[in-house]
């Protein structure tokens, strides 16, 4: 095992606890807001801009959203997502001291990419990937060629934690070693099994 490679949302953070609070930006209940907000996220993922990400979801709320309003909402999505797991930070720290090389793979903005590069995180990694930057998300088969291109690995070299089923069984049909997040005393395991393979 040459890598371990890591998503970002609720594996290293905390699920977002913003939503309720952008739903008052838009002036909307927040069950549908949340609907709104998931809705478009896929395309905003693989690139779309903050405004127009932010258009739809308006318009799926029959709301309208000038730049102020797109950015003031921009930055309370970003802020949300940046709240982090201590025992998931533990682990990464855990893992760069004793050398282990470590990527990330997110399902994320540009926006959330550029604000994340500079967080306290992001130095336990070599290679930071962002889907907005790739322009294509998780589990597109493109995703992984680029990610084992970027690494130079082989996919049996890579082994890949996500929450989320659908991203780790595509990691599994390009060839990785992929296991569905549950903790980071799980994650801890299932590393010690793999290194010592």
């Known amino acids: 095992m040459r890598w371990i490679v890591f998503d970002y949302g609720e594996v290293i953070s905390r699920r977002i606890r913003a939503l309720p609070e952008m739903a008052a930006l838009l002036e909307t209940d927040a069950a549908e807001f949340e609907k709104a907000y998931w809705a478009d996220r896929r395309d905003y993922d693989a690139g779309a ?3 127009e990400y932010w ?3 308006a318009g799926r709320l029959g709301r309208e959203v000038d ?9 309370v999505d970003v802020d949300g997502w940046m709240s982090t797991e201590p025992d998931s930070l533990a682990l990464l720290e855990d893992l760069h001291r004793r050398g282990v090389p470590l990527a990330l793979l ?3 903005s540009t926006t959330f ?3 994340g590069e500079s967080k306290p995180w992001a130095r336990f990694f070599q290679h930071l990937l962002f889907s907005g930057d790739l322009r294509v998300t998780k589990p597109d088969p493109e995703i992984w060629r680029i990610l084992l291109d970027t690494l130079g690995a082989k996919p049996s ?3 890949f934690f996500d929450d989320r089923a659908e991203n780790i069984e595509g990691a599994r049909e390009a060839g990785l070693h992929a296991e569905l997040w549950s903790s980071a005393s799980r994650a801890r395991t299932v590393i ?3 290194l010592a393979a």
């Open 49 to 51: 801009s903050d405004t």
């Open 55 to 57: 258009r739809a979801v």
């Open 67 to 75: 730049d102020s309003l797109v950015q003031r909402l921009t930055s």
């Open 106 to 108: 997110s399902n994320a």
């Open 113 to 115: 990419a550029r604000a």
């Open 157 to 159: 070299e890579c082994l």
């Open 192 to 194: 010690q099994e793999q």
